[in-house]
């Protein structure tokens, strides 16, 4: 399974499953657009996903392509890139995200794709195969993300809180309850901004690796608009396992508090796709929520509940890789 050896038949089998990853990260994280809306009664679970795979495949005329490059080429280096190596990554964060979703555990697609990339190119090319600085970026990331998503929802909901103070509640649940259409469509906007491109470079770089791309590393545009419909798609299938986590059972949310959860990570992901970081989107919305119960009173969101999704994504990233890991070692063993 050298570089230039692969017959076109299982060129297309790669890319499907590379779709496949995407179409999961779409089931997967779907709870990540939709909770708020959807536990703010909002919008129903069915008019929701609906809501959010149509702004999932329409990023792509939003944002640029720099998350891909840094997937494509800045986690491991181009010379240690091939075909065995992006097989193992895919295989790995797929298995990852099947084993949080059984879980209902709204773990990080992201990291498991970012982890089985790593695992993959240490078992082909030990530490040298690895480009640690955008290694350590990602890692970077996962501590800030849920972070900045935290402290910004914290301000919005200090802000709205006292905007509204001396408005009617009904008049101001009914005008939340419209704003929310709009958070949500940029946080959904920004979730397919971010996670499509993940895939996005993974496919170009198995398509530079067998030499399909002339000119260097770029990725072409049916690459674009086929992750972002892959994504979309599980959107609409849904995690609604995933959901109910999300959206219910970290803190419970009126609509005012779910349009600042919303806002405060759609900012947090349009910034990291300007810094061409891959950001999880999960982390961002799961700090937000629980920046949002916190405004309440520390007692209103569940933390063993948030402590069991901290757990999970410590355990990303070593998990996804060890997958991918072994299943490089298993392919190269098979293959020769």
Known sequence: MDAGQL????????????????MMNGLHDAANSIATIVSTNVLS?????????????????????????TMGTGIVSEKAIDVTVLFGALIGAIVWDAITWWWAMPSSSSHALVGGMVGAGLAKGGTAAIVWGGVLKTVVAIILSPLVGFALAVVLTAITTWVVRRFNPYKVD????????????LYSLGHGGNDAQKTMGIIAA?????????GGFHVPLWVVLACHAAMALGTMIGGWRIIRTMGMRITSLKPFQGFSAELGGALTIFAAIGFGTPISTTHTIAGAIAGVGTMKSSSAVRWPI?????????????????????????????TG
């Open 306 to 334: 948030a402590g069991e999704m901290v757990f999970a994504w410590v355990l990303t990233l070593p998990a996804a890789a060890g997958v991918a890991a072994l299943v490089y070692w298993l392919t190269h063993l098979v």
């Open 174 to 185: 009914r005008g939340f309850r419209v704003l929310q259409f709009c958070s949500a469509s």
């Open 7 to 22: 017959p076109f038949a299982l060129l297309i089998a790669l890319i499907a499953i590379a779709l496949l990853f995407d």
């Open 45 to 69: 679970p069915r008019a929701a996903v609906v809501w959010a795979a149509f702004f999932n495949f329409v990023a792509f005329l939003v944002f640029g392509l720099a998350v891909a490059k």
């Open 206 to 214: 198995l398509l530079f690796t067998q030499g399909y791309l002339k």
